[in-house]
C-alpha cells in the first residue's frame, strides 16, 4: 500500500524569491554532503520541454552506502544508490526515486507546487478521491517546530536570525499570522517499499528522516541563508549551480579514486580496517534512526 504524506510548508518568502532560494539550498547542502566520499553524482541538468511546459530536467545518483542507519544496513548492500529524476517547471515541480536493486518494489514521487499562502489550500495538487481517503496532512512550521539538540545551529534559527538585505527575521511565535510576505510549499510525497517484513518500519523512515526531516532542515536554512542568495538573478544562480555540480563530481570522484588506492593498499597489506562512514541525512544516526 502507498504511503501517502501532504507536507505544508510555510516561508516568509514570495514566490518568485524560493524559485532562487531553493536552488542555492540544493546545491549548497548536496554539495556539503558530498565533501566526505559518499554523497550525490550530478548526471544531467538542462533545459527540458513538453508540450506547453518548459523547465529543467535533472538526474542524480545518491551513493547512500553507510549512510544508511544500522538497521536497514543490515540488508542493504554497502553500495546502495538512488537515482533522482527531476522536472522543475517553476512553480510546479515533480521528483521521483528509483532503487535499481529493488526494481519495482520501491518507488518515491514528489509533487509539489509553491503558492502565495500560508498553506490553507485543502487540495493543491489534485488528488483523487481516493488518495485524499489515505493522505495524511503534515504542517512543518520552521520556528515552532522541535529541533534536534545535535543539528541546532544559532545562525540557522528563524527566531534568532535577522536579514541585513532584507531586514525580515527574529520570527516570533505567530509569525505566520503576522508576517509579510508569505507562501507555501505544498508537497504530496507518495512512499512505497513493497518487502514483507520491514515494508512499514521503511517507508515510515522514508516519510519522517529522508523527506519531512529534511522539509524542516533544508526550509529554515533557505530562510537563514537569505543573505547569501537574496541578490543573484537566475543567471548568476544557474551558473553557481553548475560550477557547484561540477566540484562536487570532481569530489566524488576523487575521493572515490583514494578509497580504491587505500583499498589496495589495504588488501596488499592485509589490513582489514574499513573507512569511517558518515551519515547522509541531515539527521540520520544510528541512535535516532531505530
Given at each position: 500500500?502507498?504511503?501517502?504524506?501532504?507536507?505544508?510548508?510555510?516561508?516568509?518568502?514570495?514566490?518568485?524569491?524560493?524559485?532562487?532560494?531553493?536552488?542555492?539550498?540544493?546545491?549548497?547542502?548536496?554539495?556539503?554532503?558530498?565533501?566526505?566520499?559518499?554523497?550525490?553524482?550530478?548526471?544531467?541538468?538542462?533545459?527540458?520541454?513538453?508540450?506547453?511546459?518548459?523547465?529543467?530536467?535533472?538526474?542524480?545518483?545518491?551513493?547512500?552506502?553507510?549512510?544508511?542507519?544500522?538497521?536497514?544496513?543490515?540488508?542493504?548492500?554497502?553500495?546502495?544508490?538512488?537515482?533522482?529524476?527531476?522536472?522543475?517547471?517553476?512553480?510546479?515541480?515533480?521528483?521521483?526515486?528509483?532503487?535499481?536493486?529493488?526494481?519495482?518494489?520501491?518507488?518515491?514521487?514528489?509533487?509539489?507546487?509553491?503558492?502565495?499562502?500560508?498553506?490553507?489550500?485543502?487540495?493543491?495538487?489534485?488528488?483523487?478521491?481516493?488518495e485524499l481517503s489515505i493522505r495524511e496532512v503534515e504542517h512543518i512550521d520552521i520556528v515552532n517546530d522541535p529541533i534536534d539538540e545535535a543539528h541546532y545551529k544559532p545562525e540557522e534559527d528563524p527566531k534568532i536570525f535577522?536579514?541585513?538585505?532584507?531586514?525580515?527575521?527574529?520570527?516570533?511565535?505567530?509569525?505566520?499570522?503576522?508576517?509579510?510576505?508569505?507562501?507555501?510549499?505544498?508537497?504530496?510525497?507518495?512512499?512505497?517499499?513493497?518487502?514483507?517484513?520491514?515494508?512499514?518500519?521503511?517507508?515510515?523512515?522514508?516519510?519522517?528522516?529522508?523527506?519531512?526531516?529534511?522539509?524542516?532542515?533544508?526550509?529554515?536554512?533557505?530562510?537563514?541563508?537569505?543573505?547569501?542568495?537574496?541578490?543573484?538573478?537566475?543567471?548568476?544562480?544557474?551558473?553557481?549551480?553548475?560550477?557547484?555540480?561540477?566540484?562536487?563530481?570532481?569530489?566524488?570522484?576523487?575521493?572515490?579514486?583514494?578509497?580504491?588506492?587505500?583499498?589496495?593498499?589495504?588488501?596488499?597489506?592485509?589490513?582489514?580496517?574499513?573507512?569511517?562512514?558518515?551519515?547522509?541525512?541531515?539527521?540520520?544516526?544510528?541512535?535516532?534512526?531505530?
Amino acid at each position: 500500500m502507498v504511503l501517502i504524506k501532504e507536507f505544508r510548508i510555510p516561508l516568509p518568502l514570495t514566490v518568485e524569491e524560493y524559485k532562487v532560494a531553493q536552488l542555492f539550498m540544493v546545491a549548497t547542502i548536496s554539495k556539503k554532503n558530498t565533501s566526505l566520499g559518499e554523497g550525490i553524482e550530478v548526471l544531467e541538468n538542462k533545459p527540458f520541454a513538453d508540450g506547453a511546459t518548459t523547465g529543467f530536467f535533472t538526474r542524480k545518483i545518491f551513493h547512500l552506502g553507510g549512510r544508511l542507519p544500522t538497521w536497514l544496513r543490515s540488508f542493504a548492500p554497502t553500495s546502495l544508490q538512488i537515482e533522482e529524476k527531476a522536472w522543475n517547471a517553476y512553480p510546479y515541480c515533480k521528483t521521483s526515486y528509483a532503487c535499481p536493486l529493488l526494481g519495482d518494489r520501491f518507488s518515491v514521487s514528489i509533487e509539489t507546487r509553491y503558492e502565495p499562502d500560508s498553506g490553507t489550500q485543502e487540495n493543491c495538487l489534485n488528488l483523487n478521491k481516493e488518495e485524499l481517503s489515505i493522505r495524511e496532512v503534515e504542517h512543518i512550521d520552521i520556528v515552532n517546530d522541535p529541533i534536534d539538540e545535535a543539528h541546532y545551529k544559532p545562525e540557522e534559527d528563524p527566531k534568532i536570525f535577522q536579514s541585513v538585505k532584507t531586514g525580515r527575521g527574529k520570527l516570533q511565535k505567530d509569525w505566520m499570522n503576522s508576517t509579510k510576505p508569505i507562501m507555501c510549499c505544498y508537497k504530496v510525497c507518495k512512499v512505497e517499499f513493497r518487502c514483507w517484513g520491514v515494508q512499514n518500519k521503511v517507508e515510515n523512515f522514508i516519510q519522517r528522516v529522508a523527506l519531512r526531516d529534511t522539509f524542516f532542515m533544508g526550509h529554515r536554512q533557505i530562510f537563514c541563508w537569505i543573505d547569501q542568495w537574496f541578490d543573484m538573478d537566475m543567471e548568476s544562480l544557474r551558473e553557481f549551480e553548475k560550477k557547484t555540480n561540477e566540484e562536487m563530481n570532481a569530489q566524488f570522484h576523487a575521493k572515490n579514486n583514494d578509497n580504491n588506492n587505500n583499498n589496495n593498499n589495504n588488501s596488499n597489506n592485509n589490513n582489514n580496517t574499513q573507512p569511517q562512514r558518515y551519515s547522509f541525512f541531515s539527521r540520520s544516526t544510528d541512535g535516532n534512526n531505530k
